[in-house]
């Protein structure tokens, strides 16, 4: 006769973590020891160290496992590596956010300290994802886990940067680049987003040279109007025609700019006819290298007025925006003010605005690596599941810029790059040098600015084997990985910098397969961040 009665109901606490526990401390999740079978490979996409895991992660480790498992089953040698990323914008903002809530500034405590601060958060935040990770059920080895500011990988980064830049692959330029107000910070195309918000547009014209005449502009941006240093139409605009090759008289500076063509202009935009800053809009900036225009930079470092106006100066863009609209309307240069929506950048990570700048900065030449990673998925090295996404992959590898992989952030791997400080001659190592090659100096200073957190994460499928060293056992019976499991909205910020970077540094594809599944979403369709914890009804999947 039984003498142990039967729960009714089912607990999991009672006895899931002690079986987890039995089968990891037994190596089920390492790879068999027997070399001679097929191998299967997967590479955790690292969740970032800013928070605790979140549904997408759930879905995103579930679909990993099963994968794993099936395959364990079917006696491959499998290896699925977790591991976590040190997110540099997201997780420096975390740090900044929690040191203001204590009434600490970051510049108030400096660099080191605040670093320490970081790696104090990143240690919390880092231990508390694998414990999660564990509670799902994830059969990954954690022996073999990693994250992207430890000693190896870290030295992979090092390796990548300086190889890149004795190729001619990366260089210093003074260009324009997308500028986070709040976290004071470049970032790259693929980490801006758009917002679209109530505004205004202003008709304003401008007074054609020597004649009675006036061309009308219209613009959402009245206060850049003081460093235009042209006026665009588009060349087959029959309006306008006339006046290509003429100048015109700038409002509220009286200076003369050119009215020129180009086919970026929209006929249909405005009046037809747009003012040309070429220090704050992409486009403008653009037709501004096109046509050789004087670039006039209307804010200074913080975003306040600059100094072309001397009553505007140090005023809040919007504080300036309102006053230069009054001196518009009282000299009889404002045709017409009207409601109008449009699209604003903002920043992926805080959501504030984002402003185009011109700063020097460090850039990857992206043209022939970005030709090589499209051309792979086009010759089938690689493919995506499903084979829809290869539209989304394409059409942004075959359009990229160069890439701007400089941050003005502490927390991160520092350049590699060093300053003499007698003659300025820069010096690419892994360490400081101890002479300077040009003018036999000892003082050096670091470049302060620190790397993308996507240019170390390009290098995950391999840096996690241990590359450099190729010669390491893992590299060599791992790589190329078999498969990447990973969400749509991150093909351009990852999927395609991971097969530029292990195309150049290990001539392979780094995954085979691409498998991509959507965002959980709520009831209202916004991605969905909850923690795991916090199961919701009314998640949804968008496919």
């Known amino acids: 006769m039984c003498k142990h009665k039967l729960a009714d109901k089912y607990n999991p606490k009672e006895f899931e973590e002690n079986l987890y526990e039995k089968w990891e401390k037994s190596g089920y999740f390492k790879p068999d020891e027997d070399r001679e079978k097929e191998t299967f490979t997967i590479m955790m996409p690292p969740p970032n160290v800013t928070g605790k895991l979140h549904m997408g992660h759930a879905l995103d480790d579930t679909i990993q496992d099963i994968l794993i498992r099936f395959k364990r089953m079917q006696g491959f040698r499998t290896l699925w590596l977790p591991g976590t990323d040190h997110a540099s914008i997201s997780t420096e903002m975390k740090v900044v956010q929690k040191l203001a809530n204590e009434g600490i500034k970051k510049e108030d405590l400096g660099r080191e300290k605040f670093i320490e601060e970081a790696w104090k958060w990143t240690k919390e935040y880092g231990g508390t994802i694998q414990e999660q990770q564990r509670k799902l059920g994830c059969s990954c080895d954690w022996d073999r886990n990693r994250f992207t500011l430890d000693e190896g990988m870290s030295d992979a980064v090092l390796e990548q940067f300086i190889k890149l830049y004795e190729k001619g692959l990366i260089y210093k330029g003074k260009r324009m680049v997308n500028w986070c107000t709040s976290c004071n910070t470049s970032i790259s195309d693929a980490e801006v987003e758009y917002k679209e918000e109530p505004s205004h547009l202003w008709h304003i014209r401008y007074k054609i040279k020597g004649e009675d005449t006036y061309i009308t502009v219209a613009t959402t941006r ?22 290509i090759g003429k100048m015109c008289i700038l409002p509220i500076m009286n200076k003369e700019i050119p009215i020129i063509a180009d086919e970026f202009v929209e006929k249909e935009f405005g009046t037809g006819c747009v003012k040309i800053t070429p220090a704050h809009d992409l486009n403008d900036y653009q037709a501004g290298l096109r046509h050789n225009l004087e670039i006039i930079e209307v804010f200074d470092e913080n975003f306040k007025m600059g100094d072309l106006v001397p ?33 604003v950048a903002k920043c992926e990570r805080c959501k504030h605005t984002i402003e185009p700048k011109i700063s020097t900065q460090w850039f990857v030449s992206m043209k022939d690596l970005a030709k090589r990673a499209a051309d792979s998925v086009r010759n089938d090295e690689m493919r995506f599941v499903p084979k829809r996404y290869e539209k989304q992959y394409f059409n942004w590898l075959d359009n990229i810029q160069d890439w701007c992989i400089s941050r003005q952030l502490w927390w991160g791997h520092r350049i590699p790059v060093y300053y003499c400080k007698e003659c300025g001659e820069i010096h690419v190592s892994k360490t400081m040098p101890s002479i300077c090659k040009k003018c036999g100096a000892k003082d050096f200073e670091q470049d302060p600015d620190t790397l993308d957190t996507w240019f170390s994460s390009a290098l995950w499928p391999f840096s996690t084997l241990g590359w450099p060293n190729t010669e390491n056992e893992d590299y060599k019976e791992f790589y190329p990985t078999s498969v990447l499991v990973t969400g749509f909205d991150i093909i351009t910020f990852w999927i395609s910098r991971m097969m530029t970077q292990g195309l150049e540094f290990t001539n392979q594809v780094p995954f085979k397969d691409t498998l991509i599944h959507g965002i959980v979403r709520d009831a209202k369709r916004k991605k969905n961040v909850k923690n795991i914890r916090k199961w919701s009804r009314s998640i949804r999947c968008n496919k």
């Not at 009245?222 to 006046?243: C, F, I, Q, S």
């Not at 140090?314 to 449009?342: N, Q």
């Open 311 to 343: 009553e505007y100066k140090g005023m809040d863009l919007l504080e300036a925006r309102k006053l230069i609209v009054e001196k518009l309307k009282e000299i009889g240069a404002l045709v017409k003010e009207e409601e109008y929506t449009h699209n």
């Open 222 to 243: 009245p206060e850049t109007m003081l460093g235009d240093t042209a006026v665009a139409v588009h060349p087959t605009d029959e309006r306008y025609k006339n006046l």
